[in-house]
T-cell receptor, first 113, second 113 residues
């Protein structure tokens, strides 16, 4: 069964600290993996998109890694800011025709001052 | 360039009624996807339209339908509303079908009473 599991479910960190969010998937065959940031009451915004051949991709203070062998991805946030408080969603694209999207439940991050 | 717009932003309907939501993609984008987001189920894919044709469909009952017009604008219709249809409905546009980069709108918050 194609699944995407994210951990932790929620996280609270102090402003300025780093954190890492995890995403494990079983989607096969694999096409790409996306990380989205969703602020409360708004639509998701794409942070990174990685294909099978990419191990790491950065977008400012956000760095995503992908291990296609173990089917794991992580999103590392450096020097967190209050504005990083949001839900982070991992989405894996794949399936027989490459058109199946499987969403993780998301990790809710709260950055405290 | 204007982003994805969705109307209305908020809607309250009664069980048994039907509702139509509208999405205008980014200029030049020909693919529109629809998603349902609820606290319990997270983001779930409804369907994707490209050049007025449905190219991909999620696992939702036939009460959920959509269409796309020649100007790429899309509408989603839900008939015989149920309490469980209360959700944030998100629309995302991209240049092509199954494209990596999707840009989400702010969503329509539907409440069914």
């Amino acid at each position: 069964k194609n699944q995407v599991e994210q951990s932790p479910q929620s996280l609270i960190i102090l402003e300025g600290k780093n954190c890492t969010l995890q995403c494990n998937y079983t989607v096969s065959p694999f096409s790409n993996l996306r990380w989205y940031k969703q602020d409360t009451g708004r639509g998701p915004v794409s942070l990174t998109i990685m294909t099978f051949s990419e191990n790491t991709k950065s977008n400012g203070r956000y760095t995503a890694t992908l291990d296609a062998d173990t089917k794991q991805s992580s999103l590392h946030i450096t020097a967190s800011q209050l504005s990083d408080s949001a839900s982070y969603i991992c989405v894996v694209s794949g399936g027989e025709y490459g058109n199946k999207l499987v969403f993780g439940a998301g990790t809710i991050l709260r950055v405290k001052s | 360039k204007a982003g994805v717009t969705q109307t209305p932003r908020y809607l309250i309907k009664t069980r048994g009624q039907q509702v139509t939501l509208s999405c205008s993609p980014i200029s030049g984008h020909r693919s529109v996807s629809w998603y349902q987001q609820t606290p319990g189920q997270g983001l779930q894919f409804l369907f994707e339209y490209f050049s007025e044709t449905q190219r991909n469909k999620g696992n939702f009952p036939g009460r959920f339908s959509g269409r796309q017009f020649s100007n790429s604008r899309s509408e989603m219709n839900v008939s015989t509303l149920e309490l469980g249809d209360s959700a944030l409905y998100l629309c995302a546009s991209s240049l092509a079908a199954f494209s990596y980069e999707q840009y989400f709108g702010p969503g329509t918050r539907l409440t069914v009473t």
